[in-house]
């Protein structure tokens, strides 16, 4: 059974700071990671995909790797107050598991 | 736009009532994937298709639950007896590259 653990937050970052959240998975045999954002009462849109030990960046996002630490992470930059929203980290790609989601608020 | 439409958007029932769902990706995708989300939670697996065979299901999809994807295109999923446990969003995705995957806006369930 593969678990996904996230922060549960809230996590509350003032307009233009790093958000930072993490994720840790329990099947070390996983390959595929994402990270989803979910704006309240809509569907899942992806914002990032990583698949290698290490950081991939994606304009004001950077996703982490660590195999060995069965560890993910997102880090927003110069945060805003539209990046409020719940992040899911979802891990594999067949019966795709997604952690319980943390809850970010930018504030102005 | 994500490259998938669902139908309803909404749905109200009452205990005991049978409810199908529709997911119809924009052009046909090789997976197609079903979800189920509470309030609070992340999204739960609960089937995908290859094409039109179903591949693999989640021990959540209780006899209750039986999904269809006729010549590979749209999918329904068919929830019979309903229970107000079942009350949830049902989420559909489709897989583009890489092992992706992209939600269509949810049908919204609640059983009363």
């Known amino acids: 059974q593969k678990e996904v653990e996230q922060n549960s937050g809230p996590l509350s970052v003032p307009e233009g700071a790093i958000a930072s959240l993490n994720c840790t998975y329990s099947?070390?045999?996983?390959?595929?990671f994402f990270w989803y954002r979910q704006y309240s009462g809509k569907s899942p849109e992806l914002i990032m995909s990583?698949?290698?030990?290490g950081d991939k960046e994606d304009g004001r996002f950077t996703a982490q790797l660590n195999k060995a630490s069965q560890y993910v992470s997102l880090l927003i930059r110069d945060s805003q107050p539209s990046d409020s929203a719940t992040y899911l980290c979802?891990?594999?790609?067949?019966?795709?598991?997604f952690g319980a989601g943390t809850r970010l608020t930018v504030k102005p | 736009d994500t490259g998938v439409s669902q139908d309803p958007r909404h749905k109200i029932t009452k205990r005991g009532q049978n409810v199908t769902f529709r997911c119809d990706p924009i052009?046909?995708?090789?997976?197609l994937y079903w979800y189920r989300q509470t309030l609070g939670q992340g999204p739960e697996f609960l089937t995908y298709?290859?094409?039109?065979?179903?591949?693999?299901k989640s021990r959540l999809l209780s006899d209750r639950f039986s999904a269809e994807r006729p010549k590979g295109s749209f999918s329904t999923l068919e929830i019979q007896r309903t229970e107000q446990g079942d009350s949830a969003m049902y989420l559909c995705?489709?897989?583009?590259?890489?092992?992706?995957?992209?939600f269509g806006p949810g049908t919204r369930l609640l059983v009363l």
């Open positions: 052009s046909e995708h090789n997976r």
């Open positions: 979802a891990v594999d790609r067949n019966d795709m598991r």
């Open positions: 099947d070390r045999g996983s390959q595929s």
């Open positions: 990583i698949y290698s030990n």
């Open positions: 298709f290859q094409n039109e065979a179903q591949l693999e």
């Open positions: 995705a489709w897989e583009a590259l890489q092992e992706t995957q992209y």
